[in-house]
C-alpha cells in the first residue's frame, strides 16, 4: 500500500515551459486534491476533484489545469510555466462516505523550480 | 469566509518544555471540522487530530493534547515535555459543510525543540 505518490519530486523550469505532475493513490478514495505551499502562506488549493471525470477550481486555480480521467490519478498541468509559479506542490486524497469529515493524506509533494 | 490564523510564525523552545501552538478561525457555519497537521523536516504531512464543531471536549494523547474552545474560535495545541523530534512546521486547518472536504490553511508554526 503506497498511499499518495507523486511524480516527479523536483523539477526546474524555464519561464514558458510546460509540464504536468502525476498524482496517484491506491486507496481507492473518491476525493483528491492539489495544493501549492509556500513560505509563509501555509497551503492553498488549487484544483480538486469528487470523482472519476469531474474536477474544480479552488482558492488560486489560475496558470493551472488539472484532469481526473481514472479514480486512482489526478493530473496537474502547467501549460506556461511562470516564476511565480516557483513552489511545492502537494496531492492529497480522502475518503467520502461517513457523515464526518475525513482526514486527507497527502503525498510527498514536488518542489517545483521555474526560471 | 472561512479563514484560520496561526499567529506564531516561529517559536523556540528547550527540550522538555511545554509549547502551545494557536490557532484561531473565522467560519460563518455551524457544522465544520478542524484538523492539525505536523510537517517535519522531511516534508511529509502528517495527520494528527481531527474534532467536529459539536465536540468541545478536550483531547490528549501522550504529550499532545488540544483545546476546542467555540467561545473564542480557537483550537489550540500544547506538547508537553517537548522532544528535539517534535521540531516541525505545525498547520491548523478548517473544513466547513459542503462537500468535498476542501481544507482551508493557516500560515503554519515552525516549532524548533533545542537540545
Known amino acids: 500500500n503506497a498511499g499518495v505518490t507523486q511524480t516527479p519530486k523536483f523539477r526546474v523550469l524555464k519561464t514558458g515551459q510546460s509540464m504536468t505532475l502525476l498524482c496517484a493513490q491506491d486507496?481507492?478514495?473518491?476525493?483528491m486534491y492539489w495544493y501549492r505551499q509556500d513560505p509563509g502562506m501555509g497551503l492553498r488549493l488549487i484544483h480538486y476533484s469528487v470523482g472519476e471525470g469531474t474536477t474544480a477550481k479552488g482558492e488560486v486555480p489560475d496558470g493551472y489545469n488539472v484532469s481526473r480521467l481514472k479514480k486512482q490519478n489526478f493530473l496537474l498541468g502547467l501549460e506556461s510555466a511562470a516564476p511565480s509559479q516557483t513552489s511545492v506542490y502537494f496531492c492529497a486524497s480522502s475518503y467520502s462516505w461517513g457523515s464526518a469529515y475525513n482526514e486527507q493524506f497527502f503525498g510527498p509533494g514536488t518542489r517545483l523550480t521555474v526560471l | 469566509a472561512q479563514k484560520v490564523t496561526q499567529a506564531q510564525t516561529e517559536i523556540s523552545v528547550v527540550e522538555k518544555e511545554d509549547v502551545t501552538l494557536d490557532c484561531v478561525y473565522e467560519t460563518r457555519d455551524t457544522t465544520y471540522y478542524l484538523f492539525w497537521y505536523k510537517q517535519p523536516p522531511s516534508g511529509e504531512l502528517v495527520f494528527l487530530i481531527r474534532r467536529n464543531s459539536f465536540d468541545e471536549q478536550n483531547e490528549i494523547s501522550g504529550r499532545y493534547s488540544w483545546n476546542f474552545q467555540k467561545s473564542t474560535s480557537s483550537f489550540n495545541f500544547t506538547i508537553t515535555a517537548s522532544q528535539v523530534v517534535d521540531s516541525a512546521v505545525y498547520f491548523c486547518?478548517?473544513?466547513?459543510?459542503?462537500?468535498?472536504?476542501?481544507?482551508?490553511f493557516g500560515q503554519g508554526t515552525r516549532l524548533t525543540i533545542n537540545p
Open positions: 486547518a478548517l473544513s466547513e459543510r459542503g462537500g468535498a472536504q476542501k481544507l482551508v
Open positions: 486507496m481507492n478514495h473518491e476525493y
